[in-house]
């Protein structure tokens, strides 16, 4: 989507083309090393990801690339749902953690992502089910909306949670090129379909029973992912 297009819809005031508007903070390498791993993964080599010393957070074409339309759609979905984010009005916040015990993979209130959450998805973006660029997404898609360019999240980030799930499941479903389809109460438990096909991800962690909200301290991980076909 260009920046015309983003307008259509948008004051023209609020638009930021200068991708100024994330701003990541890491707890450590491995969590550094791990956004950069799945975020140019989702470039295809067509662009990079790029943080500068403030953390700011932008898309840069590569020598040579720079090409949208030689994206796969995956990656194509990839960098445009991003892309929002990175160049709308004001400024998302975002802590980028590795195994962190109250995070499973986003806790909104704490406007915290664990990569390592999120590296146990489907590496390949065409794969049917939950995809590390689908899962990298979705958080900040979800992030960017629940802050609403003010750098926080303001109230309460359970109806925060209810209000911009909705919205960040969509750009991970355009990303992913499967459907999620899960109910929304049904903790570990998401399904995708696509094409009549249906696959139930099943999201194991260190203490199965006793977690319960994805915004409440749970002392929990992602372990494993597991697909299972429905159909
Ligand atoms: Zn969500």
Known sequence: MSPYQYGANNPIKYI????????????????????????????????????????????QATEGGGDVSKLSKHGQAFYEENNKILNAGGITNL????????????????????????????????????????????????????????????????????EHHPTAIIAENNVNDSRRIDSRTLYGVQDFARGGRTVRTLINTKKPGTWRTLWMSTNRNIISVTNRALN
């Open 16 to 59: 930021d083309v200068n991708g100024d508007s994330l701003q990541v903070s890491f707890a450590n390498d491995q969590a550094r090393n791990a956004f950069i791993q799945v975020a140019n993964r989702g470039l295809e080599g067509q662009f990079e990801v790029n943080i500068s010393g403030e953390g700011i957070v932008t898309f």
């Open 95 to 162: 802590n980028v953690d590795y195994g962190r015990s109250d995070v499973h993979t986003g806790n909104l209130g704490a406007m915290t992502i664990d990569m390592a959450d999120i590296l146990q998805f489907n590496e390949n973006p065409s794969q049917l089910g939950g995809t590390q660029i689908g899962k990298l997404t979705h958080e900040i898609v979800e992030q960017g909306h629940a802050q609403g360019g003010r750098g926080s999240i303001i109230g309460d980030p359970y109806r925060a949670w209810q």
